[in-house]
């Protein structure tokens, strides 16, 4: 119910991909700087009551314009109860949280919206100063026009920082403006000509503990895997020389957990071809045609017959078996057709070994949490 309302925010976008087919066609006037900002531990520092009445009045106010999917007073009756009533068990005891945005509980769309709130109106008077301003959830990244004088700079700069921390008592660590900056997982420069570039941003900690060979999982994995980053580096980074470069260091890292170059040269050759003739637009949804899924949920073991198998089975002996009516014929005891045309093979994990050395549960490990509270 909140995800279109936050979508619609002037300061929201989607992913990173979204994020860089906004900021390509930028053109940057001279002295011109990057700033990203994020806000400390957001949802555990989001006050409940303080966030239901805006959200609440702001959901009234909108109602209609043009969002009309919700009864405004249901959704906040909702919203109430979710987060009135968020309750944490710890060993045998039980705690009801009072504020702060609880764990399990839809919080990225309530985020956005709270935070919005504020930005639309504090932003509007710095547009001289805020050339773009887009924000990830807890997450912000800004172009800044510097004033012509420095001092009268630095002023405007340490005054829309403070601006920014008058909300409800969020707080927000801002980087030093600069001509590059890591934001999400992209690194942004400004280029002599005043347009952006983007490249991978990746933490120097990053281990990349890519699934080995001999890890029992579904054959089409590696696959996936490459063929996802590689369209991922092609759209993320502006020069033919990164992902050139990103492509080269992601195929060294996969052989460094034993995969070998017999394996690897086809699919990243097959990867870069379909980057290449990769469209962004979506095909448009065909209306007349339903997808009526059957989910069969399977423990994945690698001796089990292979997806292809089951599908070419599921069509000859239970979709369409020869000589009998097709599934999406059949009705049930009211006369109503299953509508059932496509099955979807969804695979889970069965226990591994952090199951067994990750115990989470500690009833009986020792005394009851109740028995250290002290009226």
């Not at 805006?54 to 314009?65: D, F, N």
């Not at 089951?310 to 009705?331: F, G, M």
């Amino acid at each position: 119910m909140l995800q279109p309302i936050a979508s619609s925010q002037p300061s929201y976008f989607k992913d990173s991909f979204e994020f860089k087919q906004l900021i390509t066609p930028l053109s940057l006037p001279i002295g011109a700087r990057l700033f990203t900002c994020d806000a400390k531990s957001m949802y555990t520092n989001i006050p409940t009551e303080p966030a239901i009445a805006c959200i609440s009045a702001y959901l009234r106010s909108i109602h209609g314009k043009p969002f009309q999917h919700y009864h405004p007073q249901t959704l906040i009756d909702a919203i109430e109860i979710v987060f009135r009533n968020n309750v944490i068990q710890f060993g045998d005891t039980y705690w009801r949280q009072i504020s702060g945005t609880g764990m399990g509980i839809s919080r990225p769309p309530w985020a956005t919206i709270f935070y919005a709130l504020h930005e639309n109106n504090f932003l509007p008077p710095w547009s001289h100063h805020i050339l773009f301003y887009k924000r990830f959830i807890d997450d912000v990244f800004g172009i800044w026009i510097p004033h012509p004088s420095p001092a009268q700079d630095t002023i405007n700069w340490c005054s829309f920082k403070q601006t920014m921390q008058q909300w409800h008592g969020l707080q927000w660590d801002f980087t030093p403006l600069s001509t590059s900056c890591n934001f999400m997982d992209l690194t942004i420069t400004i280029t002599p000509s005043g347009h952006l570039s983007t490249t991978l941003y990746e933490k120097a900690q990053n281990l990349y503990l890519y699934i080995p060979p001999h890890s029992a999982h579904p054959s089409g994995m590696l696959s996936g895997l490459v063929h996802g980053n590689i369209l991922r580096i092609h759209r993320l980074c502006s020069s033919p020389e990164d992902i050139k470069r990103k492509s080269s260091e992601f195929f060294t890292r996969l052989t460094h957990r034993g995969y070998t170059t017999k394996q690897l040269t086809p699919l990243f050759t097959s990867a870069h071809q379909r980057a290449l003739l990769y469209n962004p637009t979506p095909p448009p949804k065909n209306t007349l045609h339903k997808d009526n899924k059957l989910f069969f949920h399977l423990s994945f073991h690698p001796e089990d017959p292979k997806p292809s198998t089951i599908h070419k089975l599921w069509d000859s002996v239970v979709a369409n078996p020869p000589a009998h009516q097709p599934l999406h014929h059949v009705t049930n005891l009211h006369g109503v057709p299953t509508s059932i045309n496509n099955l979807t093979i969804a695979y889970s994990r069965p226990p591994n070994l952090r199951n067994k050395f990750s115990i989470r549960n500690i009833v009986g490990r020792g005394r009851d949490v109740s028995s250290y509270l002290v009226d």
